[in-house]
């Protein structure tokens, strides 16, 4: 198996007042149910965001 190499490191912080929505729990749970990692999530969300907001100009 080939060795996988992380290039950038992110790191979230997740304040109180978005904490009461759970999202690390979530996104977690979602993870597992669509047999992927939480940071390809994360990253696939990211992306999507950029996307959309890049589009706006």
Do not use: C, F, H, W
Request: charged share 45%.
């Amino acid at each position: 198996m080939a060795k996988k190499e992380t290039l950038d490191k992110l790191s979230i912080r997740v304040t109180q007042k978005k904490q009461a929505e759970r999202p690390v729990e979530r996104l977690m749970k979602l993870a597992d149910k669509k047999d992927r990692s939480i940071n390809y999530l994360a990253v696939e969300a990211i992306l999507e965001y950029l996307k959309r907001e890049e589009e706006k100009g």
